[in-house]
């Protein structure tokens, strides 16, 4: 099993320009994450669902956008890049109440 | 939102020490679960542990055992003869309705 993939592991990008961070899992998860973490700092939820067709906001969704059209894929789009969206992007999933389970990361950096 | 706090910023010790690394956490739930996980230098999320808000018993796996305090809010983690493998952020994470909140981080640095 490849648990949860993320692409692309890095990327940099112009102030304006847009892209879309991928994250597929292959473990049946129902609820999969976005997270972002800034340098020494935690986790903050960009956005979350819970099965494919719903998704909702967390603590940090704005300049961000997902879809959830199968239960595999949970994409990130950014639009309209900010340096302050320079930071490691991190997808999760998980089943029910248990653990996430973590891709390795994006690093987007935004010039 | 729910709110978690990890009041140890940075934690040093020499190899073989125990460690206990703090949490509280603010929840308006009554059922919730919480959650450790380690961030080595590398940069991946392991999950550690997992507990029942409603399973109050200490355990221990190993090197690791946790206390788990639900009048005070507080669950905390120690690492018991702590190697240099152990170096790492470690983060409380409580899980309320749908939603993991992270702390910010107790950075562990053991030394050899």
């Known amino acids: 099993n490849a648990g949860v993939t993320q692409t692309p592991k890095f990327r940099i990008l112009k102030i304006g320009q847009s892209m879309t961070l991928q994250c597929t899992q292959d473990m049946n998860h129902n609820y999969m994450y976005w997270y972002r973490q800034d340098p020494g700092m935690g986790l903050k939820l960009i956005y979350y669902s819970v099965g494919a067709g719903i998704t909702d906001k967390g603590e940090v969704p704005n300049g961000y956008n997902v879809s959830r059209s199968t239960t595999e894929d949970f994409p990130l789009r950014l639009e309209l890049a900010a340096p302050s969206q320079t930071s490691v992007y991190f997808c999760?999933?998980?089943?029910?109440?248990?653990?996430?389970?973590f891709g390795e990361g994006s690093r987007l950096t935004v010039l | 939102a729910q709110k978690v706090t990890q009041a140890q910023t940075e934690i040093s010790v020499v190899e073989k020490e125990d460690v206990t690394l703090d949490c509280v956490y603010e929840t308006r739930d009554t059922t919730y679960y919480l959650f450790w996980y380690k961030q080595p230098p590398s940069g991946e999320l392991v999950f550690l542990i997992r507990r029942n808000s409603f399973d109050e018993q200490n355990e221990i796996s190993g090197r690791y055992s946790w206390n788990f305090q639900k009048s005070t809010s507080s669950f905390n983690f120690t690492i018991t003869a702590s190697q240099v493998v152990d170096s790492a952020v470690y983060f409380c994470a409580p899980l309320t309705g749908n939603q993991f909140y992270f702390g910010t981080g107790t950075s562990l640095t053991v030394i050899p």
């Open positions: 999760a999933s998980s089943y029910g109440h248990g653990e996430l389970f």
